[in-house]
């Protein structure tokens, strides 16, 4: 075979520095060597992006977490100032309310225990009356009628200062019952209203009925040797209690305020434990306040069975409302050893008494002894419920309800139907219906046994 040649290379060429043939790299293998790099680059440049954009967007969010933090602490402080401020206010109109209910019961019990001028004026006319005609009006040098202390009748003890009232009840009574000349009413008031009571009473007529006025003092043996109550108004520090008051502190124990009251130690308000030896003769009276009214013939009360019990009423207990614990110190250990808490109380006001019962349980023996024991207001505040409730706590025999409809002076939520069943209904409470703060709805209740033809009770324009 024939060499070309083009193609043939002597020795002595590549001896003398003839080149031989070039040596190319393969394309192939440059080409994707530079592709490779491209694509590493290209990687590092996106991965350094992502980083950058990452580290960008973190930044970012990190940024508007903590805006949002910075804001939502800012509302939180602001929301806490708001609550704060709130809170203050609903306190302030709380210490003004307080304020306001402490004046109030305050505004309420002078106007509850205040004399109307209508009413002092009628009394004042009386006695004017009394003292122009003493002849007219004095039981001196006078027979005493025998029916005062006849047994067989049915007698009633109204003890009171005041005049209208008074004779509201006794009239009440009087044009309810089927033989009013069957009755008789033993009335009691202090010396400085004798004069006006004997004029009211004197004027007219009751059909039939027998009408006994007599002062609190006319009963010798009521003295502070014998009665605890005459005997602690002479101590200094209850005198203080009652009878010293600074203008700056008159509302500030409104809770007690109303057992500041000096009528909670008054004779006439305790004469109710005396009725045995003030009316020796009699077996069974029927004691009544000067604020009810009688609705209904009472003679059926005379027809109840005791059960040997000294003390007629109706109960008031309803719930855990009108228990002894209420009334007297638990916390005291001669309480707590001798009364239950939740026994039931009862009312004053519509009393039916045993006095033979009350003579042989010894009853006023036994409220001297507890009235002793608190001269210093530790069983109980004071009043005389209290102490009926302890003198009387095993010896009261319940009555019907409709005895004796209370709460006429404070609750105007008593039906009319209730009040229409009622043989007495009672005005307890502070708004008696000779008073402006007297309840409308339940004053003509009332009013209807006033004498308004009387021409003191015109002249004074009472009720008006």
Not at 303 to 326: I, L, P, W
Request: net charge positive; glycine share 4%.
């Amino acid at each position: 075979m024939a060499i070309s040649g083009s193609s043939r290379i002597s020795l002595s060429d590549r001896n003398n520095g003839f080149p031989g043939p070039t040596i190319r790299p393969p394309v192939a293998s440059t080409g994707f060597t530079f592709k490779l790099f491209a694509s590493i680059l290209a990687i590092a440049v996106f991965l350094l992006l992502t980083v950058s954009f990452v580290f960008t967007s973190s930044s970012t969010v990190v940024s508007s977490g903590l805006d949002i933090i910075r804001l939502e602490s800012k509302q939180t402080i602001t929301d806490q100032l708001k609550i704060q401020k709130l809170k203050d206010t609903v306190f302030a109109v709380n210490e003004q309310l307080t304020k306001a209910k402490k004046q109030g019961a305050f505004s309420s019990l002078i106007a509850a225990k205040s004399i109307p001028k209508s009413l002092h004026c009628v009394a004042m006319r009386l006695m004017e009356e009394r003292i122009a005609h003493p002849e007219k009006y004095t039981d001196e040098g006078k027979q005493r009628p025998a029916e005062f202390d006849d047994p067989k009748l049915y007698h009633y003890a109204i003890f009171s200062d005041n005049v209208v009232a008074a004779s509201v009840v006794v009239n009440s009574a009087v044009k309810n019952t089927k033989e009013p000349w069957k009755h008789v009413f033993h009335v009691v008031t202090d010396k400085m209203n004798l004069g006006a009571m004997q004029v009211m009473f004197k004027m007219k007529e009751y059909n039939g009925a027998f009408i006994e006025i007599k002062a609190v003092e006319d009963y010798k043996f009521l003295n502070s040797s014998y009665v605890p109550v005459l005997k602690q108004l002479e101590s200094a520090n209850l005198q203080r209690f009652y009878f010293t008051t600074h203008l700056e502190n008159a509302t500030k124990d409104t809770t007690n305020m109303k057992f500041r009251n000096p009528k909670y130690l008054s004779i006439l308000n305790h004469l109710r434990f005396y009725l045995p030896e003030m009316y020796p003769t009699l077996h069974r009276i029927l004691f009544l306040d000067d604020d009810i009214i009688v609705q209904k013939d009472l003679t059926g009360l005379w027809k109840v069975d005791m059960d040997g019990k000294v003390n007629g009423a109706v109960e008031t207990c309803f719930g855990s409302f009108h228990r002894y614990s209420q009334y007297m110190n638990f916390s005291h250990p001669l309480i707590k050893e001798k009364f239950i808490p939740n026994a039931c109380a009862w009312a004053y006001g519509m009393n039916f008494f045993d006095l033979d019962a009350w003579r042989r349980e010894k009853c006023t023996e036994e409220y001297h002894y507890w009235q002793n024991l608190n001269e210093n207001r530790t069983l109980w505040k004071l009043g005389t419920l209290p102490p009926g409730l302890i003198t009387f706590y095993s010896t009261t025999k319940p009555l019907e309800k409709s005895w004796h409809v209370l709460g006429l002076g404070y609750n105007p939520s008593i039906s009319m139907e209730e009040i229409r069943d009622a043989a007495v209904v009672h005005f307890n409470g502070n708004m008696k219906p000779w008073l402006d703060i007297g309840m409308n709805q339940f004053r003509p209740l009332w009013t209807k046994y006033v004498d308004y033809d009387m021409e003191f009770v015109q002249a004074c324009n009472f009720g008006h």
